[in-house]
């Protein structure tokens, strides 16, 4: 049987790291994380923790072998903090003994001396004092300076986004097995086993075919475990070779949370300029990135994040600056969106407040400024394909944009205890790594003798439904049933050299590749299939339905004999391929070029309904029109859409993590911390594919679908402060150019209320 | 071997062993290989880890006590992270690989898998399980509780919106197959949701154990430690992540769940008694405690979640003293008073000890302190029948609705006359204090006048003078007055819509 991972999910029989079977004597790891923000440390002795039975060794940075140090982008930051500690959180030393209890145990018997010094927090400060990861940068279009000139209205602000927890369910965790002649396998919840496979090198002084890694799934990523799961994986390592036992290490939940980055804390000033008619006709905007004490992916993030800074509006002239900035806090690092979000949020707060000046509705500037085909975006792409006014106007056809608002307005005007809200959400989204060298990607697929397929590419699971992708890609292009398609581990030994599983285009560049190793298989078997057929021309022959045709006449032989006998024929039964995105360059000199493959339209309507008196605010329902182009699995697609969906309202609306004064996280357990429950979701959710979309961009004409619709969750901010708007016009209250999200019910109640907030500090 | 420690898991007799101790889900992954059962937090946040906890359903238990098949197993689905093994004797575990089919999906399965709703798929053995509970509890199989049944189950991946569509289509085709003749899980099992095995679980369980004496409490051993009085133990065990470890080997254990005089609720003259070992979720569910009360069912689901109100009891929420309490607030506005035992009558059968009422406004003494004597016990909440009269009103703001701890919780009970005197009321208050306060001032301002918007506007005043919040991880001090006062003016509206208008308070 070859069933698909929904089947093993819902049984309870899909493996994740925590449920492998582990090699006997397997040790098992517990961290000891510094307790303070920033400090040197003066004494490091593990004595008394090595008198608690069953504790085997305790590790420290005196024990790397190789290089300590695992930063992905710049080399900032150590696997073991050595002189100084410069978050809380931050991984000191690592007991291994005999059960995760006693590890954990010892922890508190290490003892560790720091000699504090001052802490920095805030982006801004940390930018005044020029803390920068890397110099600042500054997309620009237009002349921006000359256009203010020519604005009717000019507006000013400030605006505020949290850090997100990603909350996967399965916790970080890995298990390192030494095996034979210095090497070591090391299973990880990773989404960049290549990644893992690096670093661990790096630490452990070896060559990378020293170590293998080998993903089978995850218990969920968003962007958590891009960068942030290798340090587990690598101190397994490190354990493993030092001990020469297997080493396994998962976290708690509490443990995760302290130690591991969220999305990043953003903070912006931003400016906006109108023509009388409601064009926009200049931008700027500066956006002081809060990247925690250490680079990890911060860079890639904040770039994409200007990218993304005008959103989904033409504006002709446009200066977007970034800056980066290194504070205290744990390095904040990839989340579904990557930056994208961050910089979305911006330009619509100030669309915002522009619509507030005007007393215009918020959705007409919004629509009379959507990017179109031929529209150029700050770094020089031209838009293509562009879908952004056809997603609009089909959920404006299907559910009445105008008509929504005047009903909210209608029951705004009769009472008073309740307040409706509606806003609307146009999202453009681009799709390649950034970082244009990471746009590839392998694939091996083996034939076995049997007809049955063994398909390895660099892609992991981790419920984005890339593996029932693939395996479509595979069946369609040999075509077999999907039950003939195995899609194995995701293993560095069968596919080298891979990007991470991430900036949702895992499907992309993996399915490209996996149609290419089919399509070479095919290309064997084909020939094969002329000589037992006695067909002159193997270009006549095709298989459709396991079974081989000639010129699309159904043939005698079927798949698995066809593959017996090329098999007897000493055929090559197997295929590796490697797959570039064409047409990709991006000139980090000028910051203009064509990053991008494509971009994903789309748009949603949010409904919401305020409680005045409460300051709670419920989503009465989300209709949106998602341009997915043509969908490789329609079920994995939805759920790619609402799932993001949700992560964008609690992003928006609930979810606050959040630091107190001297760097430790608030919410510092599951129990403070709020992701959406079944009770938080839209009381009504209308998802709706743009009809006849298409994408010549991508396999089988698809689109990718991870990341997009996290976006459509900041409709939801400015449906709730629409609302709010409503309640505070009935008690004369005037337009705030300061937007802080995520509206929480303390935030919403600081706005009713006018009173100030103090339990936030970030 | 004892028999002492004998239980089901899923279809097979397991046995306890000297040395295994700690809590279900540990044991169940590292000793049993049962991987099924997810970690997700360890401090039933998230419902990865939910089982179903079978036992001879208390209430049916004497009508069948002489059949040799035993009384009808009824199942809860609770968390495994926040269960010890002392609490598996006598009863029956079902983990998400004791609902499997030997091949195939089970129609809950199906139902999930053909909405597409698993993704990472981490949290669906848990969701599996506790919408099993559902098919085993509701009664009508309605969508309402089916999604209550999950109000305790994180999916960070689905946006929950294809979960809801597959309980959409598990009660659109089974609600209307019900059959109320019928036993449960005869007819579950004819359907596929629960395995075959389930129909003669109760005769199973109740052969294995028939020698054992469940109901006795088990004699204290010779421990270094007090002993621990253990109910639900969903928030003593987030206290104390040591004491699962302990329980039994260095410290006696007195099993407060397994108590049958604790778990009942009965009217004794003008009283509801309400048994400590009451749970949260079958208070919610006691017609008796609701028609008194019927602003109960709605303020108890705002309380943690099924599968935590399916352990946790009245008597927790007040020993635990915590200030924000949510069922402490609501017996604080209802006057209730608590029984006291000692522990050491609980440990005869008989629990005839000395006993001792205290008035629950007199209880909480100061942050985490109870006029309660070590070794006391409290073994019931007693509510004067006469509230059956007042009006009541409970609000609860917390960041996320539903499964949260409040930033500000209050229950306000009011007795008014026809022309709105208020002849007695009381106004209580969780998260503005250092304990669930009764706003004593505020009460004694309000009794003897007319219920109307001047009386509240003044109230408020008072009010906000009676108050200390302090900032924390639930809110700002600020920010908790503010809804301090606003909950009051909710109360007004609930109980005197006729006499106080929204426009006249903000």
């Keep these: 049987m070859n069933h698909g991972d929904l089947f093993l999910h819902v049984r309870g029989e899909s493996t994740y790291v925590d449920d492998i079977t582990v090699p006997q004597g397997t040790l098992h790891a517990a961290v000891l994380h510094a307790p303070i923000a920033r400090g040197t440390i003066e004494r490091l002795d593990s004595a008394r923790a090595l008198q608690h039975a069953g504790v085997v060794r305790v590790l420290t940075a005196a024990d790397i072998p190789g290089e300590n140090q695992i930063g992905p982008i710049l080399p900032d930051e150590p696997l073991l903090a050595e002189r100084e500690v410069l978050h809380v959180g931050q991984p000191v030393a690592v007991v291994l003994a005999d059960c995760p209890r006693t590890a954990r145990q ?17 982006a801004r400060e940390a930018a005044a004092r020029g803390h920068l990861l890397v110099p600042a940068r500054t997309f620009a279009l237009g002349d921006v300076d000359a256009a203010w000139a020519d604005c009717a209205l000019i507006v000013e602000g400030r605006a505020a986004t949290a850090a997100q927890e990603h909350f996967y369910l399965e916790t970080q965790g890995a298990l390192a097995i030494p095996a034979e002649n210095g090497t070591v396998v090391i299973h990880s919840s990773t989404q960049s086993p290549t990644g893992v496979q690096r670093q661990a090198a790096r630490v452990l002084g070896v060559p990378m075919h020293a170590v293998a890694v080998d993903v089978r799934r995850l218990g969920g990523g968003f962007g958590g475990k891009e960068d942030q799961a290798t340090v587990w994986a690598v101190i ?52 002081y990135q809060n990247a925690g004490s250490a680079a990890d992916l911060s860079t890639a993030v904040l770039e994409r994040s200007l990218f993304h800074a005008t959103g989904s509006y033409f504006i002709p002239n446009v200066r977007a600056t970034g800056l980066s900035c290194r504070t205290n806090l744990p390095p904040f690092t990839a989340f579904r969106g990557f930056g994208g979000p961050q910089g979305m949020f911006m330009i619509e707060a100030a669309i915002d407040l522009a619509a507030c000046r005007l007393g215009a ?83 091996l697929v083996h034939v076995y003798s049997d007809g049955s397929v063994g398909l390895s590419t660099g892609a992991v699971e981790m419920g984005q439904g890339v593996a029932i992708k693939l395996r479509r890609i595979a069946a369609a292009t040999l075509g077999i049933g999907l039950d003939c398609i195995r899609l194995e581990s995701t293993n560095t030994t069968r596919v080298a050299n891979t990007s991470p599983t991430a900036a949702s285009a895992g499907a992309d560049l993996n399915g490209a590749a996996t149609q290419l190793a089919c399509r070479q298989v095919l290309a064997q078997l084909l020939a094969a299939a002329a000589a037992q057929l006695n067909i002159d021309n193997a270009e006549r022959l095709t298989i459709a339905g396991e079974r081989v045709c000639d010129n699309g006449e159904r043939t005698q032989l079927g798949w698995n004999e066809l593959v017996r006998a090329a098999h007897l024929a000493r055929t090559n039964l197997s295929a590796h391929s490697h797959y570039a995105t064409p047409r990709l360059s991006f000139d980090r000199a000028t910051e203009k070029g064509r990053p991008f493959a494509y971009h994903v339209y789309g748009t949603a309507l949010v409904e919401v309904t305020l409680d005045v008196l409460r300051g709670t605010a419920a989503i009465d329902r989300v209709s949106l029109v998602h341009d997915g182009g043509r969908s490789l699995d329609l079920k994995t697609d939805i759920g790619q859409i609402e799932g993001g969906l949700a992560q964008g309202l609690g992003w928006m609306l609930l979810e606050e993590a959040t630091y107190d004064a001297k760097g430790r996280l608030l919410q510092d357990t599951a129990g403070k911390y709020k992701v959406p429950d079944i009770k938080f979701a839209p009381a009504e959710l209308n998802v709706d594919f743009l009809p006849d979309a298409d994408n010549p961009e991508a396999v089988l004409a698809s689109k990718a679908v991870g990341e997009p619709p996290l976006m459509y969750g900041i409709g939801a901010y400015f449906a709730v402060l629409d609302a709010v708007r409503a309640a505070l016009r009935d008690a004369g209250g005037g337009i705030q150019n300061r937007y802080d999200a995520p509206l929480v019910p303390a935030r919403i109640m600081a706005l009713l209320a006018g009173s100030p907030r103090s339990s936030t500090r970030s | 071997m004892s028999t002492e420690r004998r239980f089901l898991l899923n279809d097979r007799v397991c046995d306890l062993l000297s040395g295994d101790r700690g809590l279900v889900l ?34 049916a238990a004497d009508q069948h006590a002489h059949e040799p098949d035993g009384a009808p197993l009824r199942y809860r689905a609770v968390c495994s ?21 030997p091949v195939g999906l089970n129609p809950i399965q199906q139902a999930l898998v053909d909405a597409g709703a698993p993704q990472c798929g981490f949290c669906f053995p848990g969701i599996v399980v506790s919408l099993t509970g559902f098919f085993l509890g509701s009664a009508d199989l309605s969508r309402r509780d089916a999604v209550a049944a999950l109000d305790g189950n994180i999916c960070r991946c689905s946006g929950y919106a294809s979960i809801l569509r597959a309980i959409d289509e598990l009660c659109g085709s089974f609600a209307p197959r019900l059959d109320a003749s019928q036993e449960r899980v005869a007819q579950l099992a004819a359907w596929g949701i629960v395995p075959e095995y389930f129909a003669t679980s109760a005769a199973h369980l109740s052969r294995c154990s028939a020698d054992a004496q469940l109901e006795a409490p088990r004699p204290a051993r010779s421990g270094t430690e007090a002993p621990v009085l253990l109910a639900g133990g969903t928030d003593l065990f987030i206290q104390q992540p040591e004491l699962p ?47 008194l009360v019927p602003a109960a069912p709605e303020a108890l689901d705002r309380f943690a979640s099924t599968i935590i109100r399916n352990r946790a ?56 302190q109870l006029a309660m004597q070590p070794g006391e016990v409290l073994t019931a909440v007693r509510i004067p029948l006469g509230v059956g009269n007042d009006r009541v009103s409970f609000e609860k703001i917390s960041q996320r609705r539903f499964l949260d701890i409040a930033s500000v919780n209050s229950a306000a009970r009011f007795a008014l006359q026809q022309d709105g005197t208020i002849t007695s009321v009381n106004l209580a208050f969780g998260g503005v204090a250092p304990v669930p306060l009764l706003a004593r ?46 909950v009051f003016f909710a109360h007004a509206l609930r109980v005197a819509p006729e006499r106080v208008r929204f426009e006249d308070l903000l």
């Excluded at chain 1, 010892?106 to 805030?122: C, G, N, V, Y």
């Excluded at chain 2, 990865?48 to 208390?58: K, Y």
């Excluded at chain 2, 003078?465 to 007055?481: F, H, L, N, Q």
Aim: proline residues 4%.
């Design chain 2, 26 to 59: 540990d044991w169940l992954r590292r000793r049993r290989g049962l991987v099924g059962t997810k970690e997700g937090c360890g401090e039933g946040e998230c419902g990865a880890c939910t089982v179903l906890l079978g036992e001879p359903d208390s209430s």
């Design chain 2, 313 to 368: 009891t009245v008597a927790g929420n007040l020993v635990n003293a915590s200030p924000i309490g949510d069922v402490a607030v609501l017996l604080l506005a209802l006057d209730a008073d608590v029984v006291l035992k000692s522990g050491a009558a609980l440990d005869g059968a008989g629990s005839s000890g000395p006993e001792r009422a205290v008035a629950l406004r007199d209880f909480f003494l100061g942050y985490k």
């Design chain 1, 236 to 287: 397994c390592a490190l354990g493993a070779q030092l001990t020469g036992r297997a080493v396994k290490l998962v976290l708690g939940r509490a443990e995760d949370m302290v130690m591991t980055g969220k999305r990043h804390p953003y903070e912006a000033d931003f400016r906006l300029g109108l023509a009388a008619d409601g064009r926009f006709l200049a931008y700027e905007v500066t956006l």
């Design chain 1, 106 to 122: 010892a922890l508190k018997d290490i003892e560790l001396r720091i000699t504090p010094l001052p802490p920095i927090f805030s």
């Design chain 1, 361 to 443: 509705p918020r959705h007409a500037l919004q629509r009379r400024n959507l990017l179109e085909t031929g529209s150029v975006f700050p770094y020089g792409m031209a838009a293509e394909n562009c879908s952004a006014a056809a997603c609009w106007d089909a959920v404006d056809r299907e559910h009445g944009i105008d008509t929504a608002a005047r009903a909210a307005a209608v029951h705004n005007s009769t009472n008073r205890a309740t307040k409706r809200g509606v806003a609307v959400m146009p999202v453009c989204f681009g799709i390649s790594f950034t970082n244009t060298s990471m746009n590839q990607a392998g694939a």
């Design chain 2, 81 to 101: 992270c926040l269960l010890d093994l002392g609490e598996l004797p006598g009863r029956h575990l079902v983990t998400i690989e004791g609902l499997n089919p």
């Design chain 2, 441 to 486: 001032k505020t009460m004694a301002l309000l009794a003897g006048r007319r219920l109307d918007a001047a009386a509240v506007r003044e109230a408020v005043g008072v009010l906000l003078g009676e108050i200390a919040p302090i900032d924390d991880v639930r809110g700002s001090a600020d920010y908790k007055r503010e809804l301090a006062r606003r």
């Design chain 2, 245 to 291: 470890h302990r329980c039994e080997h260095h410290a006696p254990v007195v099993r407060l769940s397994r108590r049958r005089e604790l778990a009942a609720i009965h009217r004794s003259g003008d009283r509801l008694i309400i048994g400590g070992g009451v749970t949260i979720e079958d208070l919610k569910h006691d017609q008796t405690f609701c028609d």
